[in-house]
């Protein structure tokens, strides 16, 4: 079982920046990949950005250019840096982890309680 902890989140003002950390249980935390979700209210919740077990990064493309994950394998953390920060990229920030030793399928087993991020205008 991988545990999963994310914060940073908050409010801020469009243009703005916030960085969201998602620290884990993992044993093999670079065995994982690990991907960052998100909700809006009142729609589904969509998948942001992506570190994958080789370390190849892929993006939605509404965040290509503003956004940057990456992990830190010595802290077992995985972070997601937000720069010029839309109302649009207003939801709950999810953190997510893939089995040890699969690429990424979109639909990983374990998954972080959320933070939340509201962007105003």
């Known amino acids: 079982q991988v545990q999963l902890v994310e914060s940073g989140g908050g409010s801020v003002q469009s243009v703005g920046s916030l960085r969201l950390s998602c620290e884990t249980s993992?044993?093999?935390?670079?065995?994982?990949?690990l991907t960052w979700f998100r909700q809006s209210p009142g729609k589904e919740r969509v998948g942001v950005a992506t570190v994958d077990i080789d370390e190849v990064t892929t993006y939605t493309a509404s965040v290509k250019g503003r956004f940057t994950v990456s992990r830190d394998n010595s802290k077992n953390t995985l972070y997601l840096q937000m720069n010029n920060l839309k109302p649009e990229d207003t939801a709950m920030y999810y953190c997510?982890?893939?089995?040890?030793?699969?690429?990424?399928?979109?639909?990983?087993?374990?998954w972080g309680q959320g933070t939340m991020v509201t962007v105003s205008s």
């Open positions: 997510a982890a893939d089995r040890p030793f699969q690429h990424c399928s979109g639909s990983p087993p374990y």
């Open positions: 993992a044993y093999s935390f670079q065995t994982h990949c």
